[in-house]
């Protein structure tokens, strides 16, 4: 089919295969894949997108079915509650069903066809029947539909019903992509904000962190108060010996040992001058 050409032209190749049901996978920028089920011609048509697929050769399951066989549809009990589901219910019956003694067909049942409704969205499954009692061997392929739009006509027409919690695959991405850039703007402001409010000046711990132990309020803040007034006067005193004076006291003191030692040495002198004399 050429892109130029709408989806309604395949309401003409039906009736030239004589065809009354259609199934259409549609894929788009090769990751997203959409499913078209419409009963034609005159409708009604459902849009899905199918997500979590797993192919057969992916799992590996230990189911088999013969092929050409016909399958039995189990349906769940939501799918006679919800009045969209009773309309896909009766859409997924009339198109996966296959009828008795169609000719190419087998005239025996030998596998499920699963339609399970949770969290908004239709699983299926295909499970091979073991044995009488209910015995299952599931086969694959597995997948989730998302109900998109139930459309009046076949592959056109009016909405009959669209899905209020429905978001595009395309939309998804870029919420995500959104997401990841503003944790990286967030981060970045973060680490300016750290730099610009970093401090320049490293401020000391309080000495004695014990006083705040086992003590109430009034003692603290009497014991702080005795550290000030201590600090205070170590301050005071501090200021009073300054350098100045410690180096004038020491000068003083080498003069005066100067002085003791000069009129030691005259004395010596004086008494040896009278020894001769005598």
Same mark, same amino acid.
């Given at each position: 089919?050429?892109?130029?050409k709408?989806l309604?032209?395949?309401?003409?190749?039906?009736?030239?295969?004589?065809? @009354?049901?259609?199934?259409?996978?549609?894929?788009?920028?090769?990751?997203?894949?959409?499913?078209?089920?419409?009963?034609?011609? @005159?409708?009604p048509?459902?849009?899905?997108?199918?997500?979590?697929?797993?192919?057969?050769?992916?799992?590996?399951m230990?189911?088999?079915?013969?092929?050409?066989?016909? /399958?039995?549809l189990?349906?769940? =009990?939501k799918f006679?509650?919800?009045?969209?589901l009773?309309?896909?219910?009766?859409?997924?019956?009339?198109?996966? +069903?296959?009828?008795?003694?169609?000719?190419?067909?087998? /005239?025996?049942?030998?596998?499920? #066809?699963?339609?399970?409704?949770?969290?908004?969205?239709?699983?299926f499954r295909n499970?091979?029947?073991l044995?009488?009692d209910?015995?299952?061997?599931?086969?694959?392929?597995? &997948?989730?539909?998302?109900p998109?739009?139930?459309?009046? +006509?076949?592959f056109? +027409?009016?909405?009959?019903?669209? @899905?209020?919690?429905?978001? =595009? /695959?395309?939309?998804?991405?870029?919420?995500?992509?959104?997401?990841?850039?503003?944790?990286y703007v967030?981060?970045?402001?973060?680490?300016v904000?750290?730099?610009a409010?970093?401090?320049?000046?490293?401020?000391?711990?309080?000495? #004695?962190?014990?006083? &705040?132990?086992?003590?109430?309020?009034?003692?603290?803040?009497?014991?702080l108060?005795?550290?000030?007034k201590?600090?205070?006067l170590?301050?005071?005193?501090?200021?009073?010996?300054?350098?100045?004076?410690?180096?004038?006291?020491?000068?003083?003191?080498?003069?005066?040992?100067?002085v003791?030692?000069?009129?030691?040495?005259?004395?010596?002198k004086? @008494?040896?001058?009278?020894?001769?004399?005598?």
């Amino acid at each position: 089919m050429e892109r130029t050409k709408t989806l309604a032209t395949v309401n003409d190749m039906c009736e030239m295969k004589h065809c @009354n049901k259609s199934i259409l996978f549609e894929g788009r920028r090769k990751r997203d894949l959409y499913m078209w089920v419409s009963n034609i011609p @005159n409708g009604p048509s459902a849009k899905f997108l199918v997500e979590n697929i797993h192919t057969m050769a992916e799992l590996k399951m230990t189911g088999n079915c013969l092929r050409g066989s016909r /399958p039995l549809l189990s349906f769940d =009990s939501k799918f006679d509650e919800v009045p969209h589901l009773k309309l896909l219910k009766e859409l997924f019956t009339q198109t996966f +069903g296959v009828p008795n003694h169609h000719p190419k067909s087998q /005239p025996f049942i030998d596998h499920v #066809y699963s339609f399970t409704y949770l969290d908004r969205r239709i699983w299926f499954r295909n499970f091979q029947i073991l044995s009488e009692d209910g015995g299952l061997a599931e086969i694959g392929p597995r &997948f989730v539909m998302n109900p998109v739009k139930i459309f009046e +006509g076949s592959f056109t +027409g009016g909405a009959l019903w669209e @899905n209020p919690d429905y978001v =595009s /695959p395309a939309k998804q991405r870029q919420m995500l992509k959104k997401a990841a850039k503003e944790r990286y703007v967030n981060r970045i402001e973060q680490k300016v904000h750290h730099e610009a409010t970093l401090p320049t000046k490293a401020y000391e711990g309080v000495e #004695y962190d014990d006083i &705040f132990e086992d003590r109430d309020a009034f003692e603290t803040a009497k014991v702080l108060a005795e550290q000030a007034k201590k600090k205070a006067l170590q301050i005071q005193e501090k200021a009073k010996k300054t350098p100045k004076d410690k180096l004038t006291k020491k000068i003083k003191e080498k003069q005066l040992e100067a002085v003791k030692q000069v009129i030691e040495k005259k004395k010596e002198k004086a @008494n040896k001058v009278g020894k001769k004399k005598a």
